[in-house]
C-alpha cells in the first residue's frame, strides 16, 4: 500500500495562523519612517559631499559615500516594502522580493569601487598631505550625525518587528558611528595640523564599509544560491519533527531549506510514517508547520507525507 500527500503552508493561505504575519501590520509606519529617513539621507549626503570638497577632507568624503550608500540602501528597503505587496503571478509564482536582492548586489558593487578609490587617493595623499579646513569638517560631520540619528530614531520602533526594517536601522547606526569618526578628526585637526590623519580616517572609514557591504554581499549570495538560512540547522529540525513519536514518523529526507527574501524562509522534506497514520495526514502536517514556525521561523512549507512502501523511482513505473 502506498499513499502521501504534499501541503503546503504560506500566510497568505492560511488565515488562520495570525501570527505567520511578521509585522507586516506594520507596514504603514515603517514606510512614512523609511520615507522620511531617505529625505534626510540625501539632504546629509549632498551637504557632506560639499562640505568635503569646500574643506578638502577625504574622511568627509568617504562619510558622504557611506551615506549615500545607506541613502540608496534605504530606498531598495523602501521599494521592497511595496513589492512585498504586490500579488504573484502565473510566471512569478514566488512574487517580486528577490528585486531588492538584485538591486543590492549593484549597490554593493558600487561601495566595493568607490572605497578602493578614496584608499588609493588617501595613500597618495600620505606623501604630500593637503591642509584641511576643520571648522567646516566638523559642522558638517556634526549635521551628518544629527540626521543620521534621527532618521534612527524614526526606525526604531518598526525595527523591532520587521527585519527589512531592522537592516535600513543597522546602517544608519552605522552612519552615525562614521560621522562621530570624522567629528573627533576635526577636533583634533583644530588644534594640530596632524593633516595625515584625515587620510587615516578615510581609510579606515572605507575598510568599515568594505566590511559592512561584504556581509550585504555574501548574504544576498546565499539567498540567491538557495543556500540553507542562517541560524537554522538541519539536524535541530530533523529532531523537532521527529519529536512527534505519536504519529509514527520514521524517516525524514528529501530536506530542502531557502530564502526568497531575508527573513522569508521555505521549506521541504518526505516525510515517512507508519501506514496506519495516514489518515491522519492533515493533522500531521498542522503540527509539523505549526513546529516550523514556532522553533524555527519558517512560515512557507511543501511536506509530502508517505508509507514505507512508496516508491520515489517514477521512471521505473514506465
Not at 48 to 58: F, H, K, M, R, V
Not at 209 to 238: C, D, H, T, W, Y
Request: proline fraction near 2%.
Amino acid at each position: 500500500m502506498t499513499a502521501k500527500k504534499v501541503t503546503e503552508q504560506s500566510c497568505e493561505r492560511h488565515t488562520g495562523h495570525g501570527h505567520h504575519h511578521h509585522g507586516h501590520s506594520h507596514a504603514p509606519a515603517g514606510e512614512k519612517g523609511l520615507l522620511i529617513s531617505i529625505v534626510l539621507n540625501t539632504l546629509i549626503t549632498v551637504v557632506q559631499i560639499a562640505g568635503g570638497l569646500l574643506s578638502g577632507s577625504l574622511a568627509l568624503l568617504s562619510d558622504a559615500f557611506h551615506n549615500l550608500s545607506d541613502a540608496v540602501f534605504l530606498v531598495i528597503s523602501y521599494i521592497a516594502l511595496l513589492i512585498s505587496k504586490k500579488s504573484k503571478s502565473a510566471d512569478k509564482t514566488y512574487g517580486y522580493k528577490r528585486a531588492e536582492i538584485l538591486a543590492a548586489l549593484a549597490n554593493v558593487a558600487a561601495l566595493f569601487l568607490i572605497s578602493a578609490f578614496i584608499i588609493y587617493m588617501a595613500f597618495r595623499r600620505f606623501s604630500n598631505p593637503s591642509p584641511v579646513n576643520s571648522m567646516i569638517m566638523l559642522v558638517v560631520a556634526f549635521l551628518g550625525f544629527v540626521g543620521n540619528g534621527v532618521s534612527a530614531l524614526l526606525l526604531m520602533n518598526d525595527a523591532k518587528n520587521n527585519l527589512n526594517i531592522k537592516s535600513a536601522l543597522v546602517h544608519l547606526i552605522g552612519d552615525a558611528v562614521s560621522s562621530v569618526a570624522v567629528i573627533i578628526t576635526a577636533v583634533v585637526l583644530i588644534f594640530k595640523p596632524w593633516y595625515f590623519l584625515d587620510s587615516v580616517m578615510s581609510i579606515l572609514i572605507s575598510i568599515y564599509i568594505i566590511k559592512e557591504s561584504f556581509s550585504i554581499f555574501m548574504e544576498s549570495i546565499n539567498i540567491l544560491m538557495q543556500a540553507a538560512p542562517r541560524g537554522i540547522e538541519k539536524e535541530k529540525v530533523e529532531k523537532s519533527i521527529y519529536a512527534l513519536k505519536k504519529y509514527g514518523i520514521k524517516d525524514i529526507h528529501h530536506i530542502h531549506m531557502w530564502e526568497i527574501s531575508p527573513g522569508n524562509i521555505v521549506f521541504d522534506a518526505h516525510i515517512v510514517i507508519d501506514v496506519k497514520e495516514l489518515k491522519k495526514a492533515d493533522e500531521i502536517i498542522k503540527m509539523i508547520n505549526r513546529i516550523l514556525l514556532k522553533e524555527h521561523r519558517i512560515s512557507h512549507s511543501t511536506i509530502q507525507l508517505e508509507s514505507e512502501n512508496f516508491n520515489h523511482c517514477v521512471t521505473c513505473e514506465l
